[in-house]
Structure formats: structure tokens, C-alpha cells
């Protein structure tokens, strides 16, 4: 009967991974909608080093909608966030479509407690919103019984989060509707299509982000001249670009187009008024450093990218990984972390031709990277659910199981 079909506490669990846009998404045509001015196109992430779980519990027992993260108690009440949770009870009514309620899977008007977890630390500059929010949705989608196209659902919480929400490589359609309903994301091509492909994150020392994404892409849509001809004409080219190299699996040219994107980002910022800084010298040195590896290569073997902060994200394939990680390590040598250097999946070893080092470490810089991160082999998977009860952040009592 429908008493029965009313469980006691119902409850979902889900990964996410982090993405990394190649062509970047700077700049908003709707605030409250988070619609882009451009397209932009990513790589998802592996999970192993890098992912957001989320549980979500519904309960007739719950006094009120609660929400933790890493084991503390935050704002519930964030817009965002409602926005994504009032998407998906709308799915799950309009599912439902007025059938007999003994089919429901959960009472809509039950309140749940929500509690996420980052394994890695969010102060290592790397973007947690999109995996936090494409999280949040796939845990909720799940426990209200919601299928289909979700990621429009992500992109309310964090316009990135969109992209978390497939594996492999991903476009975020700009989309031509006010409302929003064609702004999503779609795979350009699944994770196993190009293993080689390699990431590595280059954490910056002693960074705090002086301007947010939020309040500096405002400025930037403003003020920046750059920014619109870049989103007009620059952008829709990149992106047909970006996907047949991706299609091709030719690194050159995506390497190449890579960088010069992620170039022209800074330079809108640089272009925004008051001007816009997310660069630091060190990342400076990580670029010349990048430019001088390939020169003497006589191609191009790594690239990197940055979003709105210091920290490198460089892409490379597989045959490259350890000799660019060894230069790294001569270029900055680690202050006093030598052994925790490389964090992740081990990098081997390799030995450097003389000629090499002379080539492309110039001046050593002490302690300015604080660690590498190899996040795991190539592109990863989307979100993914967890069914192991063990592995719920929330007990059978709807709390926490661990508090940081």
C-alpha cells in the first residue's frame, strides 16, 4: 500500500570527477540562469585522485533541509544550490505526472540532509564547484528516481558543473534559448578514446585568488572589448577546431590550441577594467617553461592551461609524463617536500640527457611549486553511483558519519 512504499529514511550516493576546459568558458549572458556567452569544450578528469561524493537522505524525520561539507555544517540555503534542488523535484513531479503516488519512490515533500566530501584539499586550486554540483545533482537525481538530461540541472548550481556531468570530452553548448533548455553539455567523445592523453596539476605556492570567477567574468562582459570579439568570432572556430583534433587524437594541434586558448582567457582578463591578474610569476616560469621543453623538442609535447588562478594544468601523452615531471623538479626544486612532491599516481623515473637540462632549465627556482598531482591515467567517466552502504557519508540516522 502507499504507507508501505513511504520508507523510513531513503538515501543515494554519487562521485563526480573535475573537469578541465581546453576552450574555457568566461563570461555570462544570464546570471540567474548561468548561461554562457561562449561554448567551451573539456576533459574530465580520472576519479582516482580527484572527485567529489555526495550523499543525499530524504526522511519524514528530518525538521529541516541540512547540508555538510567535509564533515561541516554550511548554508543550506545557498541559491544555487536550492535552484538545483528545486530542478529536481520539478523532474521528479513532472515524472511522476499525477500516477498512482504507490509508484513514488520518496515523498517530495520530505526534507533531506545532504553531506559532500572533496579527497582532495579545495585550497589546491582546483575547480570543486563543478564536481561539487554535478555531485549534487547526480546523488539527488538518484534518490528522487530522475533520469535524462541532467547537466542542465548541474549548470544551475556552477556553469562548469554542466561538463562534470560526462566522461571523456565534453561540450557545453552555449545554447540560443533565453531559458536555457539548449544550453548543455554533450560528449565529444567517450574516455577510453584517447588513453595516452595524460594530466598533470601543477599546485602553485602561496596563492589566494584575488578576484572570484563570478564577480570577475561580470567585470569582464563589462569592460573587456577582447572578451566579446573572442566569444563572437574566436570561440565557434576553436570549438569545431578543438573537436576534430580531439577526434584525430593529434596532440600537436591540440596541445597547441590548448595553450593558445587558455592564453587569450588571460588576456581578456588583462583586458578587463580594472584589470584582472590570475597569473603569477611562477606561472609565468611554468609557460616559458612549457615553450623552451618544446622548442628543443622541435614539437609540441606538453601544454598547458589555465583558469582563473595560478595553478598549471598541463596535458601531455603517456611517453612524456616522467621526463617533463623530472624537469619540473629541476626547474623548481621542492623546498622541503622532496618525497611528497608527486602526489598521485607515481610518476617512474627519468634520466635527463645533459643536453636537455641545459636547454631548458634555466634558473632554478626553490619551493615556488609546491606539489605535482597526476591525477590518473587520461580522461574519466562522469559521474558515477555508489552502492555500497558502507560508503554513505550519512548513517542510518541521517548525520554524518565522519566530521572533520
Request: net charge neutral; proline share 6%; charged share 20%.
Amino acid at each position: 500500500g502507499a504507507m508501505a512504499a513511504e520508507r523510513a529514511l531513503a538515501m543515494a550516493t554519487c562521485t563526480a570527477p573535475v573537469n578541465i576546459a581546453v576552450i574555457k568558458y568566461w563570461g555570462k549572458r544570464d546570471n540567474d540562469l548561468i548561461l554562457p556567452i561562449n561554448s567551451s569544450l573539456s576533459v574530465t578528469l580520472h576519479q582516482d585522485q580527484l572527485k567529489t561524493t555526495t550523499t543525499a537522505a530524504a526522511s519524514r524525520d528530518f525538521a529541516e533541509d541540512r547540508l555538510w561539507l567535509n564533515g561541516e555544517e554550511a548554508d543550506v540555503g545557498q541559491p544555487r544550490l536550492q535552484a538545483c534542488l528545486r530542478e529536481v523535484r520539478r523532474l521528479a513531479r513532472k515524472r511522476r505526472g499525477g500516477g498512482t503516488e504507490d509508484a513514488a519512490p520518496l515523498n517530495l515533500s520530505y526534507k533531506i540532509h545532504i553531506a559532500t566530501e572533496n579527497n582532495f584539499p579545495t585550497a589546491a586550486g582546483l575547480a570543486s564547484s563543478a564536481a561539487g554540483y554535478a555531485c549534487l545533482v547526480s546523488a539527488l537525481a538518484r534518490l528522487y528516481g530522475v533520469e535524462g538530461e541532467l547537466s542542465e540541472v548541474a549548470r544551475r548550481g556552477s556553469g562548469s558543473a554542466c561538463r562534470s556531468m560526462l566522461g571523456g570530452f565534453v561540450q557545453w553548448q552555449r545554447g540560443e534559448r533565453p531559458d536555457g533548455r539548449d544550453s548543455v553539455a554533450q560528449q565529444v567523445a567517450p574516455e577510453t578514446h584517447w588513453p595516452e592523453l595524460r594530466v598533470l596539476v601543477l599546485v602553485v605556492s602561496g596563492e589566494k585568488k584575488q578576484v572570484g570567477s563570478t564577480a570577475g567574468m561580470q567585470t569582464s562582459v563589462a569592460t573587456s572589448p577582447l572578451l566579446k570579439h573572442r566569444a563572437e568570432v574566436v570561440v565557434p572556430e576553436r570549438m569545431a577546431l578543438m573537436a576534430q583534433h580531439i577526434r584525430e587524437r593529434d596532440f600537436e594541434a591540440f596541445g597547441q590550441l590548448t595553450m593558445r586558448d587558455s592564453n587569450q582567457f588571460h588576456a581578456t582578463c588583462l583586458d578587463t577594467f580594472p584589470p584582472i591578474f590570475y597569473l603569477t610569476d611562477v606561472s609565468r616560469l611554468i609557460i616559458a617553461l612549457a615553450h623552451r621543453f618544446n622548442a628543443h623538442h622541435g614539437r609540441t609535447k606538453v601544454a598547458y592551461t589555465f583558469d582563473a588562478g595560478p595553478n598549471a594544468v598541463i596535458f601531455t601523452l603517456a611517453d612524456t609524463v616522467a621526463q617533463f615531471v623530472e624537469v619540473v623538479r629541476r626547474s623548481f626544486p621542492p623546498a622541503t617536500n622532496g618525497d611528497q612532491f608527486v602526489r598521485g599516481l607515481p610518476v617512474g623515473s627519468a634520466s635527463l640527457p645533459e643536453e636537455l637540462v641545459a636547454a631548458v632549465v634555466t634558473e632554478p627556482v626553490p619551493g615556488a611549486v609546491r606539489h605535482f598531482r597526476h591525477p590518473g591515467g587520461g580522461p574519466g567517466p562522469g559521474p558515477q553511483p555508489v552502492d555500497d552502504p558502507s560508503q554513505h557519508l550519512l548513517g542510518a540516522d541521517g548525520l554524518p558519519r565522519r566530521c572533520a
